[in-house]
């Protein structure tokens, strides 16, 4: 990674000074993968998203956008200090600079991703007032119950705060398990699996199908193609306040 202090490196995009972006940076108006920064924190341009007065500090290369079908096992970020396989490994190195992953799936999930080089498509498809769909096929322990069902499409209390209402519906029962498709407009932190474990029905595999109309079908996992830019300029436009 090639982290430098963010006051210098919002300077170095044309912005503003720096002596301008210390000050942004005080009166805490700078993001760095959605929490605040602060004087003397660092960034990688390459791989963090950052964010001054809620605009990305976009990049000046051109926008690549690139969907992988990531397997279970592998991390969703640019590097890790553990030495596991990361999203960016599935790439070849002619194709990784400067691109990070939009989102994340955590290690035992699989399914589709987006790494991009491209703040603005980050931050429509990562806030939740955009309300981007993103598609899930999840098989859990046990029957779920209509009620259960219902309890999970009207929200769920997480962290003191009720999650948004979903899409969720029970397409097959699979030998005492029950396989379900699911719509989320919002994306905590293991959220499918922190709510499935509150209705007493563990996750037993997760998949992301698509994020709004981008799939995984076509590629077999671990695999990857750039898309068009009309493919992605949609996801921009299509960002709205909820």
Do not use: F
Not at 206 to 216: A, K, N, P, V
Not at 217 to 233: A, D, Y
């Amino acid at each position: 990674m090639n982290e430098i202090r963010l006051q210098k490196l919002i300077s170095g995009s044309g912005l503003c000074s720096r002596r301008k972006a210390e000050q942004l940076l005080n009166e805490k108006r700078v993001l760095v993968n959605g929490r605040t920064a602060k004087l003397g924190d660092k960034a990688d341009r390459d791989c963090d998203l950052i964010i001054v007065d809620g605009v990305p500090l976009l990049g000046k290369t051109a926008s690549k956008v690139i969907a992988i079908n990531k397997p279970k096992g592998v991390i969703c970020s640019c590097s890790d200090p553990q030495g596991r396989l990361t999203i960016i490994d599935l790439l070849p190195a002619e194709e990784r600079k400067g691109l990070h992953p939009v989102g994340r799936l955590d290690k035992d999930s699989r399914g589709i991703i987006l790494l991009t080089n491209n703040g603005e498509l980050t931050l429509k498809l990562t806030h939740p007032r955009y309300s981007h769909c993103k598609t899930y096929m999840v098989l859990v322990e046990g029957k779920l119950s209509q009620e259960s069902i219902e309890q999970w499409r009207n929200g769920i209390i997480l962290n003191g705060r009720k999650t948004r209402e979903a899409y969720v519906e029970l397409t097959e029962h699979l030998n005492g398990r029950s396989l379900l498709k699911i719509i989320l407009k919002e994306g905590r932190n293991r959220q499918i699996r922190r709510i499935a474990e509150i209705l007493g029905h563990p996750v037993i595999d997760l998949q992301r199908i698509s994020i709004e109309q981008i799939t995984i079908n076509g590629l077999s996992e671990g695999k990857w193609r750039i898309l068009e830019e009309k493919e992605w300029t949609r996801l921009i436009k299509k960002g709205k306040m909820y």
